[in-house]
């Protein structure tokens, strides 16, 4: 991790957020949400589960990442709970820039009910890390529980799964490499072999 802390000293310098750095510790357990800070995202949802994560494990940290109408409120939210320390909220950052802060998580969480194509889950798993999802059906032919990660119903059940992740680093450690296992699912190469049988079997079906 210390080569990742380096790339990501290396992009607060070059965006001018050096003292965000100070935050991240290299023995830090962090969970990772990227998406539109918009109430379709659920982020204070995340924010709200992570306080008993936090009052077990000081080094638990919530890294945001993303801008929107609701920033405001829910650094005030993090703020009125105690935990404003533990997120970090980075703002906007590019595209190109985001694979740096999966590589310093530990899990990426998501309570989002709009989802389509889960583009964050496939980052997620190509950067070998776990995914703790909310139950919808957006996630549920991709997080298997217990091999690349877990779905959640409440805010008390994505609580205990943090925890069960700080805690357990073996069962972190499968999780991250089937993560990597399941990246392989979301390759061009998978989906463009999968668009080709979808293809030929409609062709095999029309085909008088």
């Known amino acids: 991790m210390i080569k990742d802390l380096q790339e990501l000293g290396k992009w607060l310098n070059e965006n001018n957020q050096v003292d965000f750095g100070k935050n991240v510790k290299d023995d830090d357990f962090i969970s990772l949400s990227v998406s539109r800070l918009g109430k379709e995202k659920n982020v204070d949802f995340l924010i709200e589960s992570y306080v008993n994560v936090v009052k077990k494990h000081k080094n638990a940290k919530l890294l945001i990442i993303g801008t929107g109408p609701l920033e405001k409120e829910l650094k005030e939210l993090a703020k009125k709970l105690n935990i404003f320390d533990n997120c970090i909220f980075t703002g906007k950052v590019d595209y190109q820039d985001i694979p740096i802060f999966y590589n310093i998580s530990n899990v990426l969480l998501t309570a989002s009910h709009y989802e389509t194509q889960g583009l964050t889950l496939m980052e997620a798993f190509s950067s070998s890390k776990p995914v703790l999802c ?4 957006s996630f549920i032919d991709v997080v298997i529980n ?3 990660g877990y779905i959640f119903k409440n805010k008390s059940e994505l609580t205990q799964l943090i925890l069960k992740l700080i ?3 073996r ?3 499968n999780l991250e490499n089937n993560a990597k296992i399941s990246s392989n ?3 061009l190469s998978c989906f463009a072999s999968k668009v080709k049988d979808v293809y030929i079997k409609a062709l095999k079906e029309y085909t008088v």
């Open 134 to 137: 909310i139950n919808d059906e």
């Open 146 to 148: 217990g091999y690349n």
């Open 167 to 169: 805690e357990d680093k």
């Open 171 to 173: 069962l972190l450690e």
């Open 185 to 187: 699912n979301y390759s």
